[in-house]
């Protein structure tokens, strides 16, 4: 497969990282990791303050010791989504931040075109009832 040399992010926001696709997985450097994901590689694993999630060598790259973003994600609680044919990688929020928005019902606010191009924030119907309907043709 063809290696391409960077990595779109696609999270909180965008970002876009010098990197690596290898056999269709994402790889970046510890530093770009803690940039997408607020977690430190240190020898003890993945941290963020006092808590360390250890690291399988399976996720380290052999040939320049970047890590696979796709699997970092996974133990951070973080889903993701890839294209490696387009080189762009989705990451979600966190487990917590998902399972509360359920549990509160509250969806955070987005802004996406309408069907006829025009700009609607979900926050621009607060205090009405709204249904969203989404559909791809793939």
Known sequence: MEKINEVIVLSEKVDALEGSW??????????????????????????????????????????????????????????????????????????AVRSKALKDRVAPDFTLPDISGVDQALSDWAGKKRLLVAFSSW
């Open 22 to 95: 290898i056999d269709g997985e994402p790889y970046v450097t510890s530093t770009d990791v803690e940039k997408v994901l607020g977690w430190q590689v240190k020898p003890e694993g993945l941290c963020r303050g006092e808590v360390c999630i250890p690291i399988d060598d399976g996720i380290v790259s052999q040939d320049d010791n970047s890590l696979n973003l796709k699997d970092v994600a996974a133990l951070a609680g973080r889903p993701s989504l890839s294209a490696p044919e387009s080189g762009i990688i989705t990451i979600g929020q966190p487990h």
